[in-house]
């Protein structure tokens, strides 16, 4: 079982549409948890950390269940330059090692 | 804003030579690390290092060995290239957790 699970997708929306991804994490010691974006032939980059309360940025919210492990993302009035690879990200030991999901791509279309 | 290079955006290579792959960053950050990222594999740790000489084993050390002679400069190298060694190769840095990332450098070993 991968530690860190996501649904590939793809994800087709149309524009302005909402969509919530969520990815769940094996290893209940997690400490930190974030969302990566990887635009196509990019690097990844930091979207969000995910906190305990939740958060929001934006049209962009993260949330975080410890109980059941998992982490959602909720992406509202999509654009079209939303489409990207997004990277759940777990840190399980407090130091600076991230485990990565496999990410799910979301396409969001005219 | 952080910058980190690698060497080369794309790289091939014949099957048993012996492959380096450069990363410099330029914040000063005292944690490097390299992945390689697949297609359904997502982004899998090779190496890390914490300092200058220092070195750690992530998830899929073999086959690869890292050097770090200098804080801003983090190498990977294939002491004898194979074909399923063939991959996209992304450098990062970080101070604390986030991680920036390099360009990639997507190798061909032929």
């Known amino acids: 079982r991968k530690e860190v699970e996501q649904d590939p997708g793809p994800f087709n929306v149309p524009e302005g549409a909402t969509v919530a991804f969520n990815c769940t994490y094996s290893?209940?010691?997690?400490?930190?948890f974030f969302w990566y974006r990887q635009d196509c032939r990019k690097e990844p980059k930091l979207l969000m950390s995910v906190y305990s309360s939740g958060n929001e940025d934006g049209r962009f919210t993260a949330q975080l269940n410890r109980a059941s492990q998992y982490i959602s993302l909720l992406i509202r009035d999509s654009k079209l330059s939303d489409s990207a690879t997004y990277l759940c990200?777990?840190?399980?030991?407090?130091?600076?090692?991230?485990?990565f999901g496999g990410g799910t791509r979301l396409m969001v279309k005219p | 804003d952080v910058k980190v290079t690698q060497s080369s955006r794309y790289l091939v290579k014949r099957t048993g030579e012996k492959v380096f792959l450069e990363c410099v960053q330029d914040m000063d950050h005292e944690n490097m690390f390299w992945y390689r990222q697949d297609p359904g594999l997502g982004l899998r740790l090779i190496y890390f290092s914490y300092d200058v000489k220092m070195k750690e084993k992530g998830d899929i050390p073999e086959g690869y060995s890292v050097s770090r002679e200098k804080k801003e400069r983090f190498s990977l190298i294939l002491e004898s290239a194979s074909t399923n060694q063939t991959s996209m190769y992304l450098c990062a840095s970080s101070l604390r957790e986030e991680q920036y990332f390099g360009p990639g450098t997507r190798l061909t070993v032929t």
């Open positions: 290893n209940s010691a997690s400490q930190s």
């Open positions: 990200v777990v840190n399980y030991n407090a130091g600076n090692m991230l485990t």
